[in-house]
């Protein structure tokens, strides 16, 4: 019998994000690493702002509330 080796899967770094904007108190769900402005449904706050990887979350307009996932 040939022993069978374990075979690693690398878990993703990306993750959905439930966000409560901190101007309607609105939860919204949008993604770590997002390439397109998040913005609040609404009101239209923008959330988040997309960088060149991890989306840059804006603090004064928005708060985690939970990771999914």
């Not at 990306?14 to 609404?42: D, M, Q, W, Y």
């Amino acid at each position: 019998m040939v022993k069978r080796r374990k075979i690693l899967i690398p878990q993703p770094r990306s993750r959905f994000l439930k966000v409560v904007c901190k101007t309607c108190g609105a939860e919204n769900i949008v993604f770590s690493h997002a390439t397109f402005p998040a913005r609040c449904k609404v009101c239209g706050t923008l959330l988040v702002r997309p960088t060149g990887g991890k989306a840059e979350i804006i603090r004064e307009h928005a708060e985690i509330v939970a990771e999914l996932g």
